[in-house]
């Protein structure tokens, strides 16, 4: 039997529903709808008592969940076109859904997921792909999303893009609205120079930690900082950026501490610490700085 809305459940002051197609918002009341929703609850209870067996292969095509604030405001909703409704969770495919904030809105899509119906926890894979209106793009073989823990992970490779930055990593773990958000292992990271039309290149051990509001991007073990002028490298490097520039231009400050070591032409630079001033384009170095300068041939007397 096609079941239009099978479960309708009021939790932690939310209305979720499951429907047959998206774009219907609930009418009425407040008490009109939870009504509603215990009744839809109670002959759900019946068909699973019924047929259980039938309940948990349920397939519906052009598959809507969406979930309702209090205050009548979407929070998120959920497409697919067809899940697989299991007794514990739903399985769905070519999944597309929203999650609403106060000013953002993520988008996710994915060629498969496995939502939980307890918690709504999304496990998405192949072609995974996430945006937000602030320009943060990210794309994966899997992910995990986890609402009411506020938590996006995954082991695999993620390639993401904010504004001209690019990033390459293996694992990944964030906030749900990515503000705060660290990338793991094999940390690459590309940034434009349009200027010079050349790049600059940073990679590390991992992980790396990137605070957005703040402007800050903390690099941990094995940091090797590249450009046309040479390479920097060292044991940890803190980046802040102007959230409102782009690529190179957008870089203030690097600060590089531990085992610093600064390689430009023939010539090798070491310190405990070098800081980078973007605005004055120079380096002040810290911690008993030694340079190894080595003369070009035409310079030796």
């Not at 939790?11 to 008490?31: I, V």
């Not at 979407?74 to 076109?81: A, K, L, R, T």
């Not at 495919?93 to 996710?108: F, G, L, P, Q, R």
């Amino acid at each position: 039997m096609i079941i239009q809305k099978i479960l309708a459940k009021h939790r932690d002051k939310n209305l979720f529903f499951l429907c047959g197609r998206p774009g219907q918002k609930p009418a009425g009341s407040m008490r009109q709808r939870m009504l509603a929703s215990c009744t839809i609850f109670f002959i759900f209870l019946v068909m699973l008592c019924l047929d259980s067996k039938g309940f948990a292969q349920q397939r519906i095509k052009d598959f809507y969940l969406s979930n309702y604030k209090e205050n009548g405001t979407q929070d998120w909703e959920i497409q697919g076109d067809q899940a697989t409704v299991h007794d514990k969770f739903v399985d769905i495919e070519n999944m597309n859904a929203k999650y609403y904030y106060e000013e953002d809105t993520v988008s996710i899509k994915s060629q498969k997921a496995k939502l939980d119906k307890e918690d709504f926890a999304v496990h998405l894979e192949d072609d995974v792909h996430i945006e937000n209106p602030e320009g943060m793009k990210l794309s994966s073989d899997s992910l995990d999303w986890k609402r009411a823990e506020n938590k996006v992970q995954t082991a695999d490779w993620v390639q993401a893009q904010k504004d001209e930055m690019q990033i390459r990593a293996k694992g990944f773990t964030a906030d749900t609205k990515f503000r705060n958000v660290d990338f793991q292992e094999d940390v690459e990271v590309k940034l434009p120079n349009k200027e010079s039309d050349t790049h600059t290149t940073i990679t590390c051990s991992g992980p790396l930690e990137i605070e957005y509001n703040e402007g800050k991007a903390v690099f941990y073990n094995n940091v090797v900082v590249e450009d046309e002028q040479g390479k920097l490298f060292a044991d940890k490097a803190t980046v802040f950026f102007d959230t409102k520039k782009k690529g190179m231009k957008g870089i203030t400050k690097i600060i590089a501490e531990q085992n610093v070591k600064i390689i430009k032409d023939e010539n090798i630079t070491f310190a405990e610490k070098a800081t980078y001033l973007g605005d004055e384009g120079r380096i002040v170095l810290e911690g008993s700085p030694r340079l190894i300068y080595f003369p070009k041939q035409d310079e030796t007397p």
